[in-house]
């Protein structure tokens, strides 16, 4: 049996899976956001800790965990976890939706002008390497006693394991790694006051990382050792628990934010674009993602307006094969790809006296639609296409948003015939190949497929000029 532990913001997810990798158990512990100052996002990581004890707790009593040879972690990334001598925390860890480093990142840059180029990523607050900077700056009493840095999922491994030991796929996430080496940058450490033991030891995300401890083992009820993978970041996770792990395949995540994720054979940066690339999950494999930050979460905000649920404004739509006279900026929240403009801003054109709560939701489908042509657009800039792509996350549940997308994107999209577990079934996947050795692109094959939703010519056509009227929007209101 298999584990594969899920650190998300709002909720720890635990699943428990066998050879065979069929669900036998999962539990699902939640979690909470501290929000001191506005643009700030912080947890306790013993809450994380706690969280991840309960749910494993409620799978050892579902299923007896005697047989359990493997753990596998996914986590959210970026975070900032600080360690002092001691290993003990010095301070709530700063998460991936933390703005206040912002200044931190332009010092960054000046320090080290090969920053993009060895990370494959433009600063950005989110990022771990600009927290660090920012407590250098504000809480010089917390980084003086800085012994090492993890990130979220890594300090959940630590505590399982007694072990420092990141993975390569959060650790690029962190503006400390040089991504086409796998290795820790000097030169980029160096620019946050930072050194190579400061940091965790580094293995691939299909490479074991250490053994469980065995006060822990003994609570759960595991008899023989048990193995914790390296696992990986939450969207390579979750690559790797839909089998988007070979160059070229790709996933279309409709969540509350959008990636659009594909898998590459070597290192292939566009920080213009603000596109991030990544090392994947397991070895010699990158990837890139374009990000948008309001996907399903702007058909959230219009059904919050209106005073209607997300499902039934899409079911009220029906089908549709040709733009909107509205034309809407999703970018709520601002954007990441391919403008990395933290101040954009969401807008409605084209409204008259005819439009009504459809049209408004065809319009956001669409404008959703478009910026995921800007995220295919920015990696195709950078040399990677795809020829399809899987369809995850909530919004996919909606055909008529996806046939959107397969007629903005001009690409198929696979509908897989089960319901996916996200990043843990990713992390178990990972554990099977620590654990036992396993093949990577055997153990995280694709899922089958329910549907396909082939792009239709028409519509296509008709739609690349919705998305010419997109384009010249956003530099059309940029300055207002």
């Not at 931190?104 to 607050?125: F, K, Q, S, V, Y």
């Not at 990382?209 to 979750?238: F, K, Q, T």
């Not at 039934?312 to 709520?332: K, N, W």
Request: glycine fraction near 10%; include cysteine.
């Amino acid at each position: 049996m298999y584990i594969g532990i899920d650190i998300g913001t709002s909720s720890v997810k635990a699943v428990l899976f066998d050879g065979d990798q069929r669900l036998l158990a999962q539990a699902s512990e939640a979690l909470t956001v501290q929000r001191p100052h506005p643009g700030w996002s912080e947890q306790d990581p013993e809450a994380w800790w706690g969280a991840v004890e309960r749910a494993v707790d409620a799978l050892a009593a579902e299923r007896p965990l005697d047989g359990l040879r493997g753990i596998g972690l996914s986590g959210q990334m970026h975070g900032a976890v600080c360690l002092d001598h001691d290993d003990k925390v010095l301070r709530p860890a700063i998460l991936w939706n933390d703005g206040r480093a912002a200044a931190e990142c332009a010092a960054l840059e000046a320090a080290e002008p090969r920053l993009r180029e060895i990370a494959g990523n433009i600063a950005m607050p989110g990022f771990t390497a600009p927290k660090i900077l920012w407590l250098k700056h504000h809480e010089p009493e917390v980084y003086a006693h800085i012994d090492t840095v993890l990130l979220p999922k890594d300090y959940v491994r630590f505590r399982l394991t007694g072990h420092h030991v990141s993975d390569m796929s959060d650790a690029a996430g962190t503006l400390w790694l040089d991504v086409a080496a796998r290795d820790w940058s000097d030169d980029l450490l160096e620019a946050s006051g930072l050194n190579r033991g400061h940091m965790p030891r580094l293995v691939e995300g299909s490479e074991p990382s250490g053994d469980l401890r065995p006060e822990l083992a003994a609570r759960w009820g595991c008899r023989g050792p048990v193995v914790v993978a390296g696992g990986a970041g939450d969207n390579a996770a979750a690559a790797c628990g839909v089998g988007v792990v070979t160059p070229g395949s790709a996933f279309v995540s409709l969540g509350t934010s959008g990636v659009l994720f594909v898998s590459n054979d070597r290192f292939s940066p566009n920080t213009r674009g603000a596109v991030h690339a990544f090392c994947h999950a397991i070895p010699e494999t990158w990837h890139q993602m374009g990000v948008i930050l309001s996907a399903s979460d702007s058909l959230e905000w219009l059904a919050r307006i209106t005073g209607k649920r997300p499902a039934e404004l899409a079911a009220g739509l029906g089908p549709v094969d040709r733009p909107s006279e509205i034309t809407f900026l999703p970018y709520l929240s601002g954007e990441r790809t391919p403008h990395n403009d933290a101040n954009a801003r969401g807008a409605f054109t084209g409204l008259s006296q005819s439009h009504g709560p459809a049209d408004l939701t065809q319009a956001v489908m669409e404008g959703v639609a478009y910026a995921f042509a800007d995220c295919q657009a920015a990696l195709g800039a950078a040399g990677t296409d795809f020829a399809s792509a899987l369809a995850v996350g909530g919004g996919a549940r909606s055909e008529t948003w996806l046939r959107i997308i397969a007629n903005v994107l001009n690409r198929p999209l696979e509908i897989p015939a089960d319901a996916d577990v996200g990043g843990a079934l990713g992390a178990a996947r990972l554990a099977i190949c620590a654990a036992e050795g396993a093949d990577p692109h055997r153990v995280c094959a694709p899922p089958a497929i329910r549907a396909v939703i082939e792009p239709e010519r028409c519509a296509v056509a008709r739609y690349a000029d919705g998305y010419a009227r997109y384009r010249a929007l956003y530099p059309a209101t940029k300055e207002i």
